[in-house]
């Protein structure tokens, strides 16, 4: 599959999430428990047939650190949300786009590109319109603030060791050890803020049925195969349309109302992300000898 096409129903996918999330009415760390969990138990099978499962030790380590990462990143930012509200705090934990520069930049040696940054900053321009910027003029620096960036970095550093991992390693293989970290680790977390892991009605079984096969399995399958294929910069910023995507899937089956800003904040959210696939001059323009 082309990796750009891989990566657009990857963020389709998991922009079924909230949607899911709000139909299941249910703790938001159950929630992601079970969406990890049941795409796991999804893959299981696949992964014993296909002899999926004996991996070098060492990736498998790298694989079980990535489903942690991916997992803090999910429990703080729905610890944030107890703290501070949810608008700032979604709009803080896309900040990840930022931390991936940053650190390719002084840890791997890696430049972006003066695309990728001024596309970026389109982008979070756009996000601040999308949310309202009377959300950010009294913007305080609390718990909530630092849980938020903290998940911002866990993302970031998910998708970065994501990218390690798939130059050596299968993504199911990757995927199964990861999610089976994520899994037990969000567990944990059930547990330790007295979440709800059993007794829940079928409606809300089937939700959680609908995220594991949906946004997990199918929507983190096709965006790791496109962190595999592409800078892991421009898939960052390419998921800040998560945003954009759940509001529209939100008015399309929650009939949810879009306001103006939403609209116009949307709209440059995805120009700054295609700004971000322009190409330099001096690549688009070779000459042919």
Not at 13 to 28: D, T
Not at 108 to 137: C, D, Q, Y
Not at 138 to 144: D, I, V, Y
Request: glycine share 6%.
């Amino acid at each position: 599959m082309n990796p750009k096409l891989s990566l657009a129903i990857g963020i389709l996918c998991i922009s079924f999430s909230p949607i899911f999330v709000k139909l299941a009415g249910v703790a938001p760390i159950s929630a992601a428990f079970y969406r990890v969990f049941v795409a796991w138990l999804c893959l299981l099978p696949y992964c014993i047939i296909k002899n999926k499962l004996r991996i070098d030790k060492t990736h498998m380590l790298i694989a079980i650190i990535a489903g942690i990462t991916f997992a803090s990143d999910v429990a703080i930012w729905n610890i944030s949300l107890l703290k501070i509200s949810a608008t700032i705090s979604t709009l803080i934990a896309n900040l990840a786009p930022v931390w991936v520069g940053l650190i390719s930049f002084l840890l791997l040696r890696k430049r972006a590109g003066i695309s990728f940054w001024i596309g970026t900053v389109i982008s979070i321009a756009g996000m601040v319109i999308l949310v309202g910027f009377e959300h950010i003029v009294h913007l305080e620096l609390n718990a909530g603030i630092l849980l938020a960036l903290l998940a911002s970095l866990f993302y970031a550093i998910y998708i970065l060791i994501t990218k390690k991992s798939m130059s050596q390693l299968d993504v199911f293989s990757f995927m199964f050890y990861s999610m089976l970290s994520a899994s037990l680790f969000l567990l944990v977390m059930c547990f330790v803020m007295g979440n709800p892991v059993v007794g829940f009605a079928p409606k809300v079984l089937f939700c959680f049925i609908g995220m594991g096969l949906v946004c997990q399995l199918t929507g983190w399958l096709t965006i790791n195969y496109a962190i595999h294929h592409m800078e892991p910069t421009r898939v960052s910023v390419s998921l800040l349309s998560q945003t954009v995507f759940a509001g529209l899937l939100a008015a399309l089956l929650l009939s949810e109302r879009l306001d103006l800003n939403e609209i116009i904040g949307s709209v440059i959210v995805l120009a700054g992300i295609a700004i971000t696939f322009l190409k330099p001059r001096h690549q688009s323009n070779k000459i042919v000898s």
